[in-house]
């Protein structure tokens, strides 16, 4: 069972609202409760979930200029990331092309577009209305793989 309170989640300066955290980005929510639904699914206990993000939060504090809640995330996803490779449930090299093909999609994508899978092999056209080309800077997708 999650036993985090809206007090642990002050603690570390996250955004709450009556219900419990408030996420800033789609992603941060979706990582959020894949981890309540591997637990809930049986595939871990609560306390080895805090065990490794524990663990993460210790090896990868905040860096400077992160906000509290940008930090408590990447540390999140970080730790989601160990523990779903120690439950076998993918591998880390997995992961690891995954997120390139996720940064590639990225760098195909006009400006404007959803970023879709897809386009990692297959550049969208140019949207026409506005003629944006694809994107060049570099993003990271991950900042453990950003490296």
């Known amino acids: 069972m999650n036993t985090t309170t809206h007090n642990d989640y002050q603690a570390v300066g996250l ?7 408030v996420f800033e980005k789609p992603w ?5 409760s894949l981890i309540v639904h591997l637990h809930q ?11 490794v993000f524990s663990e993460t939060i210790k090896a990868a504090p ?8 940008d930090a408590y995330y990447r540390q999140w996803l970080t730790a989601l990331e160990s523990l779903v490779a120690t439950l076998g449930l993918t591998a880390g090299d997995d992961i690891a092309r995954r997120a390139g093909e996720w940064r590639q999609a990225y760098l195909n994508t006009p400006h404007g ?5 897809q386009h990692a092999s297959q550049p969208p056209t140019p949207c026409h209305a506005h003629g944006h080309p ?3 800077e570099p993003v990271a997708v991950s900042p453990r793989l950003a490296n």
């Open 15 to 21: 955004p709450l609202d009556g219900e419990g955290p």
């Open 28 to 32: 941060q929510a979706q990582a959020f």
């Open 41 to 51: 699914a049986g595939l871990f206990p609560w306390k080895d979930w805090v065990r």
């Open 62 to 69: 905040a860096q400077p200029g992160e906000s509290a809640n």
């Open 113 to 117: 577009q959803p970023v879709r899978l």
């Open 134 to 136: 694809p994107r060049h």
